[in-house]
C-alpha cells in the first residue's frame, strides 16, 4: 500500500510539473503571436528607438498581413497604415481647424503618407523661396513627422507650361529648386536627420489634373513630402 501510495504521489507530481511547462510553451506562444489575455491583436510595428524611446518608427515588415487593405496599398501592414491614419489625422484636423485644408493635401498611398503643397500657397509664381506667410503652416508640417525616422522624399511638381529664366532654364530645375528649399527647411529649421532626407524634381511630367484649366495647372504646381513606409522605398509616385 506504501509502495502504491509513493507511485501514485510520484505520478500527480510529474503531471503537475507537465501542466505548468505547457502553460509556459502555451503563453509563449501567445506572445510570439502578439496575442494578450483580453484578445487577439497583431503586434504593432511601430517600434520604440532606444536612444529615444518616444521616438516611433514605422518598419517594414518580413511577411505581409493578409487583407484586402494591405494588398490595395502594396504590401503595407496593418500596423503601418494604422500609424499613418493616425498622423493623417492630427495634421487634417488641423487645416481644418485653421481653414487650411485647401492649401494642403494628405494621401495614403502605396508609398507611405504623402503630404501635398500646393505651390501657390508657399511659392510666388516662378520662384523657390518658401514665402513667409507659409511658415508657419510649414513648421506644423514639420512637427508633425519630426518624431518619425523613416526615410522621407520630397517631389517637387509642375505644370505644363515652359519656363526659362536665368535661375531656371526649365521646369526640372524649378521644381527641384523646391523640393531642396523644402529640405533645407526641415534640416536647417526642423533638425531632420539629412541621410534620411532625399529630393526628386520631375518637372511637369507626373500631372495629377488636367493641364488644360487654371484649376488643372494650379493642382500640378506642387511639392509632395513623401513620409515612406514599406516598400515605398522603390516605388514610383
Not at 9 to 33: C, H, N, P
Not at 63 to 85: F, H, K, Q, W, Y
Amino acid at each position: 500500500i506504501t509502495l502504491l501510495f509513493a507511485v501514485f504521489v510520484t505520478l500527480y507530481a510529474m503531471g503537475q510539473v507537465d501542466k505548468i511547462k505547457a502553460q509556459k510553451v502555451i503563453q509563449s506562444l501567445r506572445e510570439s503571436f502578439g496575442i494578450t489575455a483580453r484578445g487577439s491583436f497583431p503586434k504593432p510595428s511601430v517600434l520604440e528607438n532606444e536612444a529615444n524611446p518616444v521616438a516611433p518608427i514605422i518598419t517594414p515588415q518580413e511577411a505581409e498581413v493578409g487583407g484586402a487593405d494591405e494588398a490595395a496599398m502594396g504590401g503595407l501592414t496593418r500596423s503601418d497604415l494604422n500609424v499613418l491614419i493616425k498622423i493623417k489625422s492630427s495634421l487634417q484636423q488641423f487645416l481644418v481647424t485653421h481653414n487650411a485644408q485647401d492649401k494642403i493635401h494628405l494621401d495614403i498611398t502605396r508609398r507611405g503618407l504623402v503630404v501635398s503643397l500646393e505651390a501657390i500657397d508657399f511659392f510666388d509664381r516662378g520662384s523657390a523661396t518658401v514665402k513667409q506667410s507659409a511658415v508657419p503652416l510649414l513648421d506644423h508640417v514639420a512637427k508633425s513627422l519630426a518624431d518619425y525616422t523613416n526615410p522621407i522624399r520630397i517631389e517637387g511638381y509642375t505644370d505644363d507650361r515652359p519656363i526659362s529664366t536665368p535661375d531656371f532654364p526649365s521646369n526640372w530645375e524649378l521644381s527641384t529648386a523646391r523640393a531642396v528649399n523644402i529640405l533645407h527647411f526641415l534640416v536647417d529649421r526642423h533638425g531632420f536627420l539629412p541621410q534620411n532626407l532625399s529630393v526628386a524634381g520631375y518637372g511637369p511630367y507626373h500631372p495629377i489634373a488636367d493641364n488644360t484649366s487654371e484649376k488643372g495647372r494650379q493642382k500640378n504646381r506642387r511639392v509632395d513630402i513623401v513620409l515612406l513606409a514599406g516598400q515605398g522605398l522603390w516605388a514610383e509616385p
